[in-house]
């Protein structure tokens, strides 16, 4: 197939699973279904939420190399059965247990979309259209999430169906996926354990001795030892650049932020509202991706030295996410939270879209996946250790409100840190 035409039905493809796959209107009040279900707030914060962030943890450290190692297709399969299990479980009168099952799978389910997005990168091989089809899938998701709030609170406002459809529908979007995806074009060979021979004879020159690949070999443990030392190459080819490693850090500790903030919201929301007016989530998370979409779109479009002053952009960005955390932390009014809310994610989006262009400039684009991927494991990672010590209550459980607070005063350090590192650059 013509380069140009098969990068373009691959993503199509590829669009429809993203966009599909976020239709998941149960999400936005997801809270309040699981209150409806007689559980606490404490239970939702401590025994069941938790149990998410664990198992998202768990099946980070090795699902990127299970996708690279089965060519992706049957992960991406495997994540649309997790979503339908993920909602399937809550069907009835859900026990504990069977709700924490239903995190398991959630794990899983989020833990598995680098299995789509990086499939893209196996199945196009001309690096040209990197950028265009990451764009693609981005904006899809955001669209489908979109139409996922919509859905929501249409059918909440509107009273036309019963609160039940948002978990059918949520069902039937997962199934959907799951049969979207058995028509995805297989995948021939992977970034590291299947490489394209083509590809391969081509850079062996430009490849480092120990990462030349003996593509007639049947022996599994050269296979594995080749894989390991391109691992390596692709990390230190990364992280010897501290340009990129300042980058890292800022997106692993935001990252880490915005998980917090998006996971306890609306237990905050349900915990100001008391039942006293209609939630409005559905809505909310709507304008909430259409603005961080809309700002993302357009800090795509400056032409801007961001390596140059990149610092106190964001020490004042980063500052700002911390200022509207702990506006947020302080405030009683559900419309005022939900005003915050939207401004705070639009200014993560905007911040998070640099911070994601200017390290993949930085790196190979074959280890796009690898070191993001990393990256997202360390957040989980600090996330599960937070969760341990301060939610489920190791050393105390903070509770919602000073979670929130936790998280401003770590943008707030995070501020200061790249206030100081500007103020050596310009010294010097």
């Excluded at 140059?308 to 009014?333: E, M, P, R, W």
Aim: aromatic share 16%; proline share 2%.
């Amino acid at each position: 197939m013509d380069t140009s035409k098969n990068w373009k039905t691959v993503s199509l493809l590829v669009c429809v699973f993203a966009m599909v796959r976020e239709i998941r209107p149960i999400e936005p009040f997801f809270t309040s279904f699981l209150r409806s279900m007689n559980f606490t707030l404490d239970q939702i914060n401590e025994e069941i939420y938790a149990v998410g962030t664990y198992s998202c943890l768990v099946l980070a450290v090795v699902i990127f190399l299970i996708t690279d190692y089965f060519r992706y297709k049957p992960l991406i399969i495997a994540d649309g059965i997790a979503g339908i299990l993920t909602y399937a479980l809550l069907l009835g009168t859900p026990s504990l247990y069977r709700v924490q099952m239903e995190q398991v799978f959630f794990g899983f389910f989020y833990s598995s979309e680098v299995a789509f997005t990086t499939y893209l990168y196996a199945k196009v091989d001309d690096k040209q259209y990197y950028q265009k089809i990451t764009s693609l899938v981005k904006a899809s998701m955001l669209f489908g999430r979109f139409l996922s709030g919509f859905i929501a609170q249409t059918i909440v406002s509107t009273h036309l169906l019963n609160e039940v459809y948002l978990l059918y529908i949520s069902i039937f979007s997962t199934s959907f996926v799951t049969l979207w995806s058995l028509v995805l074009p297989k995948v021939e060979h992977s970034l590291y354990f299947h490489r394209n021979k083509e590809l391969t004879l081509n850079n062996k020159l430009q490849q480092p001795i120990g990462v030349i690949i003996d593509d007639n070999t049947s022996n599994k443990v050269n296979k594995f030892k080749e894989v390991k030392q391109m691992l390596f190459d692709d990390f230190q080819s990364a992280y010897k650049n501290t340009y990129v490693v300042k980058k890292c850090f800022w997106w692993i500790v935001a990252v880490v932020g915005n998980i917090i903030v998006a996971t306890y919201i609306q237990v905050l929301w349900e915990d100001v509202n008391q039942n006293k007016i209609e939630l409005m989530n559905g809505a909310v998370e709507s304008i909430h991706t259409l603005c961080g979409a809309a700002g993302a779109y357009a800090v795509g479009h400056l032409s801007y030295d961001w390596k140059k002053f990149g610092d106190i952009i964001f020490t004042a960005g980063t500052f700002v996410l911390a200022l509207l955390l702990f506006i947020i932390y302080y405030c009683n009014s559900l419309w005022i939270l939900y005003v915050l809310y939207i401004s705070y994610g639009t200014c993560y989006q905007v911040l998070l879209t640099i911070t994601t262009s200017e390290v993949a400039k930085y790196i190979k684009p074959d280890s796009y996946g690898l070191i993001f991927g990393f990256n997202l494991f360390m957040s989980l990672l600090i996330i599960s250790i937070f969760t341990l010590l301060f939610i489920q209550g190791l050393v105390v459980v903070i509770g919602t409100k000073n979670q929130i607070l936790t998280v401003s005063l770590m943008f707030t350090s995070m501020s200061a840190l790249f206030c100081v590192l500007a103020v050596r650059k310009w010294k010097k």
